[in-house]
Nanobody
Framework: QVHQVESGGGLVQAGGSLRLSCATSGRTFGTYAVGWFRQAPGLEREFVAGISWSGGSTNYADSVKGRVTIFRDNTKNTVYLQMNSLKPEDTAVYYC???????????????WGQGTQVTVSS
């Protein structure tokens, strides 16, 4: 059962910004860590950023550090990914998912949604 829906993707020029949203269901949302991943054509799905259940801890892939911020609003059951200074290599389908703990290990996440497409033009 999929518990999350991603949105906010689109086409943007290099250097631009996008804010992705991950809307989740369930009364226990506030007890889960959430991770954002991305998958470009022909490549494996990779970790982008993660946030603990409280929002007090975050983790970022080296490729996005300084350009991306993950944050959550547990009152709205939503996790956000603010992406700035976007590069063409950020082009991918972006997925969010929840896990019992903050981790970048993909096997800790199950039941993936459809994702949202981000395309960065040069």
């Amino acid at each position: 059962q999929v518990h999350q829906v991603e949105s906010g993707g689109g086409l943007v020029q290099a250097g631009g910004s996008l804010r992705l949203s991950c809307a989740t269901s369930g009364r226990t949302f506030g007890t889960y860590a959430v991770g954002w991943f991305r998958q470009a054509p022909g490549l494996e799905r990779e970790f982008v950023a993660g946030i603990s259940w409280s929002g007090g801890s975050t983790n970022y892939a080296d490729s996005v550090k300084g350009r991306v911020t993950i944050f959550r609003d547990n009152t709205k059951n939503t996790v956000y990914l603010q992406m700035n200074s976007l590069k063409p290599e950020d082009t991918a389908v972006y997925y969010c998912n929840r896990a019992s703990t903050l981790t970048g290990l993909i096997y800790a996440y199950t039941n993936w949604g459809q994702g949202t497409q981000v395309t960065v033009s040069s």
